[in-house]
């Protein structure tokens, strides 16, 4: 038997980030060397990244990348457990590089993604295993959205605090493309802001409308008005429901005598011609996802029950 102890095992697990029993198993490789248990949980980095697949990754950044020629652009979503790590020189690299894949990419879904090869030869999969290796946390591609426009306009992004908001904004327009730059860039930061849910009235899910209509009439007879004036009121109330969440219908948060159906007439005026806002993604980092919170010492003692 290897001569170590437990208190061996959980500092090499405060080292390397690896789960407690694949430390122990490091160690009884190693005869209890603790510097070639290290080089041994490193060598054995895809081993390492799975014991890591049941950690929430509620942090992490949302990184925006687009084409020099602005038609084509990518938002993409990587967690990981701490913000520290999400701050970090590796996990930034990393994030840029699947950006970068992704522009150029056919792939349409993050498991072809991670499937593909990249330039140096390996694949997604491998480069993510190689960081959850090295940093010592999981690491979780979440989600991407690709934008490619074959048609006369352009794509601008916006990146809120750091890499927690990530917004792209597509515009089709002949018209003059400083404009159509500076038009589309404060719409990003619109969107970032306001946090609409659909482009256009239109848009709206039907469900999702009829739902509201139910409610907002159920919310009138319980104020006592008379159903006579109900449904004029709830016609007036799903107008203002429209400017909530339409991002076309909104007010817009630099000048709110305007709306932004108003914002996109001027700037036709100003390049005489028609523009068109023809898409919009906002992801916020982490949302949908329930941060787990745990007892750290519960945790150890758990851990090292299941290894005695």
């Known amino acids: 038997m290897a001569n170590f102890t437990n208190k061996d095992i ?4 405060e080292q390397t980030g690896v789960g407690m029993m694949d430390c122990k198993k490091a160690l009884i490789a190693t005869d209890g060397d603790f510097e070639e248990a290290i080089k041994y949980l490193r060598e054995k980095g895809m081993a390492s990244a799975a014991k890591k697949a049941s950690r929430v990754a509620a942090e992490g ?27 970090s020189e590796q996990f930034v690299a990393l994030v840029d590089k699947l950006s970068k894949h992704i522009l150029t990419s056919d792939a349409k879904t993050v498991e ?50 750091g890499g927690k908001i990530g917004v792209l904004v597509e515009i089709k327009s002949a018209g003059d493309k400083a404009a159509l730059q500076e038009l589309a860039k404060n719409l990003a930061m619109q969107v970032a802001a306001a946090k609409p849910e659909f482009l256009n009235k239109e848009d709206v899910d039907p469900a999702k409308l009829e739902n509201e209509k139910e409610i907002l009439t159920a919310q009138s007879r319980n104020e006592g008005k008379p159903e006579a004036v109900i449904e004029k009121m709830v ?36 390049v005489g011609c028609p523009v068109t806002v023809s898409a919009f993604v906002r992801y916020e ?24």
């Open 112 to 161: 072809e993604l991670l499937a593909e090869q990249f330039e140096d030869g390996k694949t997604g999969n491998d480069l993510v295993a190689e960081a959850v290796a090295s940093i010592g946390e999981k690491i979780s591609v979440r989600r991407f959205t690709k934008f490619a426009l074959d048609v006369d306009g352009l794509i601008a992004s916006y990146i809120h605090m």
């Open 10 to 13: 959980m500092k090499l697990r």
């Open 235 to 270: 016609l007036g109330r799903i107008n203002k429901y429209y400017k909530e969440v339409c991002l076309i219908e909104q007010e817009y948060v630099r000048d709110n005598s305007m709306t932004i159906k108003q914002v996109v007439a001027e700037c036709e005026k100003a």
């Open 285 to 308: 980092m982490g949302e949908g996802i329930e941060k787990r919170v745990d007892n750290f010492v519960d945790e150890i003692a758990e851990q090292l029950k299941a290894i005695q």
């Open 61 to 87: 950044l949302v990184n925006c990348l687009v084409a020099d020629d602005k038609k084509t652009a990518v938002v993409l979503e990587v967690n990981c457990e701490t913000d520290f790590v999400a701050r």
